[in-house]
């Protein structure tokens, strides 16, 4: 087994010290026994460290080039899932915990070896950022450390921080969009792209149920939708997830309840050289690096006894721990279902964002999700929710005529925000249909942007929606439905001169 290589300087001291009891506790997940973490630790703290250095060899700090490298402890604990799999295919797999194994053999593991436009968006999307931006929304997140921790290991300002950590999930949010729209192969898939970045920009946003029903299927676009929604707290799990793999939830739980043993010691960061100063304080001693790694090790053998015990308790003290870090929605706080919010495409995103929170059944640790992606699933109650929260009128259903026409057709306005809203239009027919063909007209100049279950062609205020392949028969006093996004921009009134097929309709 190779020894800990020795630190550079004392930057490099202070980084290891940062990260060892990271890539410690996730080696812990992935053995079988302490002896054993401890030995994949050291090999995987080795190797990642070697590859660390060879990529910052000739990146120059503050160019403002993007690099195409994960910050450092992201970076270690890929080594520490790349020398478990060096160990299974060594014949030292039975060290492995046994879910793990399974998983390295799988197809799962095979994505982040695998072709680039194949990997996991989360991992994509945080490799495109600035390495400096990338550790802010890794630390931040992941981690778990309260925000003024963070600014003052990155150098940055305090005082401004929270601002520059909603620019950088901003700036992931964009980075993984692209990286989803660059990887779809699939008709249906791109048919959702457009319409998922729009309803994943909003809190309120409603998720049809076509796209539901892709999202429950699609484990690409299901990804997709976690790393694109800030909303909501799903942001850190579908991180850990998506660079980590195997493991990422339960990595995630460790971190929250490493970070509050630092803060109920009084240790917000790795300790000072020999000092028991934090990293954070002015008057740093220098003294041996090798008690620095000492020191380091004893920490993270405390924060990772507490990490290892059963995920049951309230969680109190991790919600203290995680005040400062101005996180996008209270992670308590019951997950709403979500409704568009932008001007783009077709159908939602999916109602459910992952959950990192663990439950306790074994007494010394828990077994993860053997293939967790940043996908996975969880009890959502929904809020109820304004469509007319916004400016302008929210339009009303129009009243009831007498059915003389031999169709109705019932015009809901789903949801509504600045400048964009969701409709859904139910035409009922008293007479079967082997095409149909919908218009009507806006009052206030709106624009249809996506529609689905329909194609659309729009001239001026008229729009005209034709039937799709699969819904173009409809049975005598049958129902057909499809709905559309849309722009506004002084007023949303009701539409009117509704017709199906050139015939007039009633309203209702």
């Known amino acids: 087994m190779p020894d800990l290589p020795t630190p550079q300087d004392d930057t490099e001291a202070a980084l290891f010290a940062e990260c060892w009891d990271a890539v410690l506790s996730y080696a812990d997940l992935c053995t079988s026994g302490s002896l054993t973490a401890h030995q994949l630790a050291t090999e995987a703290f080795t190797l990642g460290m070697r590859e660390v250095r060879a990529a910052a060899g000739p990146h120059v700090r503050g160019a403002g080039r ?5 910050p450092t402890i992201p970076a270690l604990l890929t080594a520490v899932r790349t020398t478990a799999a060096a160990w299974e295919s060594g014949g030292q797999g039975h060290r492995l915990d046994p879910d793990l194994r399974l998983w390295l053999n799988s197809s799962g593991a095979a994505r982040f070896t695998g072709p680039p436009l194949r990997r996991p968006v989360a991992l994509r999307g945080l490799r495109d950022m600035q390495e400096a931006d990338a550790a802010l929304l890794w630390l931040a997140e992941v981690e778990a450390l309260p925000l003024p921790i963070v600014a003052r290991r990155l150098g940055l300002d305090p005082a401004t921080a929270a601002g520059e950590l909603d620019q950088v999930r901003t700036l992931f949010r964009d980075r993984c969009h692209r990286a989803h729209l660059d990887s779809l192969t699939d008709a249906e898939c791109r048919s959702y792209a457009r319409l998922l970045d729009a309803v994943t920009r909003s809190a309120a946003a409603e998720t049809p149920g076509d796209l539901s029903r892709h999202l429950a299927t699609c484990v690409q676009c299901a990804e997709a939708a976690a790393c694109l929604r800030l909303h909501g707290g799903g942001l850190p799990a579908a991180l850990a997830g998506g660079v980590i793999g195997w493991g990422g939830l339960a990595y995630l739980e460790r971190r929250r309840r490493a970070a509050e043993v630092r803060l109920g010691a009084g240790r917000p960061g790795p300790p000072g050289p020999g000092t028991g100063e934090s990293e954070e304080g002015t008057g740093r001693s220098r003294v041996v ?9 004893l920490l993270s053998a405390l924060a990772l006894g507490v990490s290892m015990m059963p995920f049951g308790g309230s969680g109190d003290g991790v919600a203290a721990a995680r005040d400062n870090r101005q996180t996008a929605a209270d992670r308590g706080a019951p997950r709403t279902t979500v409704r568009p919010a932008t001007t783009a495409p077709p159908s939602a995103t999916p109602s459910a964002t992952p959950s990192a929170a663990g439950t306790a059944t074994a007494p010394v640790r828990e077994k993860p999700d053997p293939e967790p992606q940043g996908t996975s699933s969880a009890t959502r109650r929904p809020r109820p929710t304004s469509a007319s929260a916004t400016r302008g009128p929210r339009p009303t259903s129009a009243p009831a005529t007498a059915r003389t026409t031999g169709c109705r057709i019932a015009y809901h306005l789903v949801g509504q925000w600045p400048d964009g809203f969701q409709a859904t239009v139910t035409v009922t027919t008293d007479r079967a249909l082997t095409g149909w063909r919908v218009s009507w007209s806006f009052r206030d100049g709106q624009q ?22 699969y819904n173009r028969t409809v049975a005598a006093h049958g129902t057909v439905s499809f709905g559309f996004i849309g722009s506004w921009r002084d007023a949303n009134r009701t539409p009117d001169a509704f017709t199906l097929n050139g015939a007039a309709c009633a309203t209702r």
């Open 66 to 70: 993007r690099t195409a490298r994960l």
């Open 289 to 297: 690096r090798g008690g620095l790694l000492a020191a380091a090790v």
């Open 448 to 469: 249809v942007g996506n529609m689905w279950d329909a194609t659309v062609h729009q001239d001026g205020s008229r729009v005209t929606a034709t039937a799709a392949d």
